[in-house]
């Protein structure tokens, strides 16, 4: 009798496994995990869209400076915790990403060439450009492991910086560069909010990048990924090029985190060093861990953390009356300390992160939930 091919597979290691396909009639067929993602993420942004037509102006930008933050989160989501590499320069590449938005937007402002088209435009370029340089850094990346590889990307961090105070000319230094965005499409009425136009721009972008790194996931791509995280003797028994697999994840979340910057550089039509400093790479960074590593429901929880915590201490200045002194410190402070006093609650409590807890805690409530009579 001929054994069956998957007879063995409990006996495979764990990373050779998840390499396997599936026997047949275990799982549906691919195109079923297509269409479900592109179901919910219709279904979510119906659902944000209605809610933009119920916010004031400054709500909307809060949204859509979450949704920005959510494809840098998703895309970091992918490297941290899916392929287990280590970035402390995300920052630096959502300033690639907006300093390239910038400057397209400003070249084709000045030869006249003006249109909603530009802005999709500029923000392809701004994905292109970033994961141009994140190949670049993917490629020094895969010789290096632990505290090393971090440094390399601590460096990446401070060199993005320098290099718009030194070309002052094309950067314009700590002034920044502004630039012209679009303004919403005539068919939407003379008074539509510009401020909920950019919300559904935000919005597309984080339903694209979503959808993609989802299905990513799912795919051998993703396996693949989680088996050099897991381990790379075993991947590389499996016929995974450990390096390519490796710089393809960087490549991946350096596009994910420059169609994030372009997007946060659309909403407030300027771009200046200043806004992405060394500290937003670690907050990046704990946003995921405090959301949950490994999971893109993480990642959304991340985005809205990072949200909230930037905002805290404006919150705080119109709540109490503080001193102008005062409240400057707890502007630069404040959210560092409540993000790192909240990270270590989660990892005490819940280290999985937020998502696991929400994923157990509703897994018990329907263990609790009383079975109907027969």
């Known amino acids: 009798m001929t054994q069956s091919p998957y007879a063995t597979v409990d006996a495979r290691p764990s990373p050779l496994r998840r390499l396997l396909p599936p026997p047949p009639g275990a799982a549906g067929p691919r195109g079923s995990t297509l269409l479900r993602h592109l179901v919910l993420a219709v279904l979510a942004g119906a659902a944000v869209v209605l809610l933009t037509n119920q916010l004031e102006p400054y709500r909307n930008l809060q949204v859509a400076r979450v949704c920005a933050f959510l494809c840098v989160t998703a895309g970091f989501t992918i490297l941290v915790g899916l392929n ?4 402390l320069g ?5 300033a690639t990403g907006a300093y390239t938005v910038a400057l397209v937007q400003r070249g084709l402002d000045g030869r006249d060439l003006r249109g909603q088209w530009s802005v999709p435009l500029s923000l392809l370029l701004a994905v292109a450009v970033t994961a141009l340089l994140g190949l670049v850094i993917g490629l020094a990346a895969a010789r290096l492991r632990g505290p090393y590889l971090a ?3 601590l ?10 105070t030194i070309f ?7 002034q920044g560069l502004p630039f012209p965005v679009a303004t919403p499409p005539a068919f939407l009425g003379a008074y539509f909010q510009p401020e909920r136009w950019l919300a559904w721009i935000a919005l597309l972008a984080a339903l694209l990048t979503m959808l993609l790194m989802a299905n990513l996931v799912r795919s051998r791509y993703g396996r693949s990924l989680r088996a050099v995280r897991d381990d790379e003797v075993a991947a590389r028994l499996a016929g995974i090029h450990v390096a ?7 490549v991946v979340s350096a596009g994910c985190a420059g169609l994030g910057g372009g997007v946060y550089a659309v909403l407030t039509a300027t771009v ?18 405090i959301g949950g590593l ?3 429901a993480g990642a959304v929880w991340g985005a809205l953390l990072l949200v909230a915590l930037q905002d805290l201490p404006a919150l705080l200045t119109e709540a109490f009356t503080l001193p102008g002194g005062l409240a400057q410190r707890l502007e630069g402070n404040l959210a560092l300390a409540v993000f790192g006093l909240i990270l270590i609650v989660v990892m005490l409590v819940a280290p999985g992160g937020l998502q696991d807890a929400v994923r157990k805690a509703t897994a018990r409530l329907g263990r609790r939930r009383p079975r109907p009579s027969r």
């Open 84 to 87: 287990g590499q280590l970035s």
């Open 90 to 94: 995300h920052g630096a590449l959502m």
């Open 151 to 153: 440094g390399v990307t």
């Open 155 to 164: 460096a990446v961090a401070t060199l993005v910086p320098a290099v718009t």
């Open 168 to 174: 002052t000319g094309v950067f314009n230094g700590e």
């Open 244 to 250: 390519r697999t490796q710089v393809l994840a960087f």
């Open 272 to 289: 200046a060093s200043g806004k992405f400093p060394l500290e937003l790479s670690l907050f990046l960074l704990m946003a995921i861990v």
């Open 294 to 296: 490994g999971s893109l």
